[in-house]
């Protein structure tokens, strides 16, 4: 069997910065174990399966250790295949996963996607999350991730967390975040738990900046940016229980996997 795959840099409009996923489009559904296989093959923060079904699409996300309920920069990615390689001739993609429904839609060059918003709740600031980060918090929130609020962008920069540490707390992964210098908000997202020491660009942990920072800001408009190695810009937009996280996207990579 041999399956085609498609190698994509979203939220950036050139090669070799944002975020790297993997795009599968498959006639029926593989089983998870050679799914999982795949994606530890690929060895990418995200590799992404789309199966149609119906008028949309069902859409699967896997890091090379697991399988995650919720990604946007690997969405995006899917997206884009979708629109720009197989030339699904519609303006807007649906998609179904294990976080209820989803869509993409272009505008122009960029994507946006239609994801839920997930306001975090206070947690409070703890010894254990600052010696994990090693940080000095100003706030600890939490929704389906830790949410760390920082001082400034100069102290999410610095940030060097014990990943050991910081994958024995009860969360999936870590956001560390602030006010940005030149754009709205920024942040950083670690996740050893699940494979990822650090991602470059996340799309979801965008769920809960955006309507953390809509508030704090008083705007529902805003730019953000992730820093990482590879880093990315985001545009983000508050509309009521919904987050809009616009970005561009890169085809770097297309190949086949032989399975035989």
């Known amino acids: 069997m041999q ?4 190698q994509v840099d979203a939220f950036s409009d050139r090669p070799f910065s944002g975020n790297p996923a993997m795009v599968y489009r498959l006639d029926a559904w593989l089983a ?26 069902h859409i699967r996300w896997f890091t090379p250790a697991t399988e995650v309920p919720l990604c946007g920069h690997a969405t995006l990615a899917s997206a884009y295949v979708l629109f720009e ?3 699904e001739p519609v303006e807007r993609l649906d998609f179904i996963c294990k976080s209820g429904p989803l869509s993409v839609s272009r505008e122009g060059e960029r994507l946006w996607l239609d994801f839920p918003a ?3 709740s206070e947690v409070g600031v703890t010894l254990d999350v600052e010696r994990a980060l090693g940080v000095e918090a100003v706030d600890v929130l939490g929704s389906n991730e830790l949410f760390v609020v920082l001082e400034s962008e100069q102290a999410v920069l610095e940030c060097q967390p014990d990943m050991a540490a910081l994958a024995k707390l009860p969360w999936p992964g870590a956001i560390v975040t602030a006010r940005g210098n ?12 699940i494979g990822i020491n650090e991602d470059p660009v996340t799309g979801s942990t965008h769920c ?8 704090r800001l008083g705007k529902s408009s805003l730019t953000a940016y992730q820093h990482s190695a590879r880093g990315g810009e985001l545009f983000c937009r508050l509309e009521r229980d919904r987050v809009k996280i616009g970005g561009n996207a890169t085809l770097v990579a297309s190949g086949t996997l032989m399975l035989g």
């Open 118 to 120: 997930l306001i975090p």
């Open 3 to 6: 399956l085609e795959f498609h």
């Open 85 to 87: 390689i197989y030339k």
């Open 32 to 57: 998870d174990e050679l799914m999982q296989k795949i994606a530890a093959e690929h060895n990418l923060a995200e590799t992404a399966f789309v199966v149609r079904e119906g008028q949309g699409w």
């Open 182 to 193: 030149k754009h709205d908000f920024v942040s950083r997202y670690f996740a050893p738990a």
């Open 208 to 215: 809960s900046l955006i309507p953390y920072w809509s508030k």
